[in-house]
């Protein structure tokens, strides 16, 4: 049979991939979208850039500190990049590495860190998806190294995590994760007390019509029992919807589109917080103590920073935020919010 003109069913499925494209590219294009940083009362205060990160992390998409190790902090790349954790120190330098399993079609996007069965574990996020069409995500579970376990070779000093420099994590669980409503474009994520998983969605769904609140969703801590070990993901679970957080990311502005989250510390007066970043902006909720859930915003702090790409967020030990960017070498940020 031969096929020809507008009636041709090819070029009609041609024409819905290419619209997709655009379409999607015109969404995330808006990330490069020019903004001037505000210097107005509220912004994020004291902000100071403090290092700088290795050009083997040009793309910084999770962070947090360390549970075993003061003044560590483990960091990841997005897709497209080895499957390493990167232990950095306070100014961005690498100080270990430790290699993940080779997941296929896997898009790194968060990490958290919390207690687990283990003692403390990282939980690390294949959650990205731009076009919101994965029907699952997948959630790596792994006890924390100790630096020690993981060194870096002297002469690795170029980046070339190929070169055998990075340690293989030990016992990494794999779960997969379905969202109750559909697939979720994510790129945040923490790890609760109770060892919960808390997920936050970046931005509307590429074919709504305008903005709406970012959705939570939480893995309980029951869902590990499905976990697999090794590279090999469950047959999966569902997350529980949650409710939503007071951030509109807009549907053609990005400066709202949520790209991290972390939990503090306990506080000295029992308290904890969590900061959710987007490229323009960190907010403060207050957090439940034990589930990590969200309560009251206690502060929206507009980044006085040059870059527009901010993609993770961790609490320092002195309650300041760290704050880093997609980019070669790029610049490692710290301040305060409230």
């Known amino acids: 049979m031969r096929f020809g003109g507008w009636r041709d069913p090819r070029r009609w499925r041609m024409g819905v991939v290419a619209t997709v494209g655009v379409v999607a590219a015109c969404n995330l294009s808006q990330r490069a979208m020019r903004w001037s940083f505000p210097g107005a009362p509220g912004a994020m205060r004291e902000v100071v850039a403090v290092g700088?990160?290795?050009?083997?992390?040009?793309?910084?998409?999770?962070?947090?500190?360390?549970?075993?190790?003061?003044?560590?902090?483990?960091?990841?790349?997005?897709?497209?990049?080895?499957?390493?954790?990167?232990?950095?120190?306070?100014?961005?330098?690498?100080?270990?590495?430790?290699?993940l399993p080779e997941l296929p079609e896997a898009d790194w996007e968060a990490v958290g860190g919390g207690p687990c069965p283990a003692g403390h574990c990282l939980v690390v996020g294949d959650v990205g998806d731009n076009l919101a069409r994965r029907t699952s995500v997948r959630l790596?579970?792994?006890?924390?190294?100790?630096?020690?376990?993981?060194?870096?070779a002297a002469a690795d000093t170029a980046g070339d995590t190929e070169s055998g420099a990075a340690s293989?994590?030990?016992?990494?669980?794999?779960?997969?994760?379905?969202?109750?409503?559909?697939?979720?474009?994510?790129?945040?994520?923490?790890?609760?007390?109770?060892?919960?998983?808390?997920?936050?969605?970046?931005?509307?769904?590429?074919?709504?019509?305008?903005?709406?609140?970012?959705r939570l969703?939480?893995?309980?801590?029951?869902?590990?029992?499905?976990?697999?070990?090794?590279?090999?993901?469950?047959?999966?679970?569902?997350?529980?919807?949650?409710?939503?957080?007071?951030?509109?990311?807009?549907?053609w502005n990005a400066r709202e589109w949520i790209t991290d989250a972390a939990l503090s510390p306990v506080r000295p007066d029992g308290a904890r917080r969590l900061a959710v970043l987007t490229y323009g902006t960190v907010h403060v909720f207050a957090a439940?103590?034990?589930?990590?859930?969200?309560?009251?915003?206690?502060?929206?702090?507009?980044?006085?920073?040059?870059?527009?790409?901010?993609?993770?967020?961790?609490?320092?030990?002195?309650?300041?935020?760290?704050?880093?960017?997609?980019?070669?070498?790029?610049?490692?940020?710290?301040?305060?919010?409230?």
């Open 52 to 99: 700088t990160l290795d050009a083997e992390i040009p793309e910084s998409s999770g962070l947090t500190p360390s549970g075993r190790q003061p003044g560590v902090y483990w960091t990841h790349n997005d897709s497209d990049n080895p499957a390493v954790l990167h232990a950095v120190d306070g100014a961005g330098r690498t100080v270990a590495r430790v290699r």
């Open 140 to 152: 790596l579970r792994l006890p924390e190294p100790p630096v020690a376990d993981a060194p870096m």
């Open 168 to 214: 293989s994590a030990d016992r990494v669980e794999v779960l997969a994760v379905r969202y109750p409503d559909g697939a979720r474009d994510v790129e945040a994520l923490y790890v609760a007390p109770d060892t919960s998983v808390w997920l936050v969605t970046k931005r509307p769904i590429w074919w709504a019509l305008r903005g709406r609140p970012a």
């Open 217 to 251: 969703y939480r893995v309980p801590a029951s869902a590990w029992g499905a976990a697999r070990v090794g590279g090999k993901a469950s047959e999966g679970v569902v997350a529980e919807f949650a409710g939503t957080l007071p951030v509109v990311p807009g549907r």
């Open 288 to 338: 439940d103590p034990l589930t990590g859930r969200p309560g009251a915003r206690l502060g929206r702090c507009p980044l006085p920073i040059a870059e527009h790409d901010p993609e993770a967020v961790a609490w320092r030990e002195d309650g300041a935020l760290l704050v880093t960017n997609e980019g070669r070498r790029s610049t490692v940020y710290a301040g305060r919010c409230p």
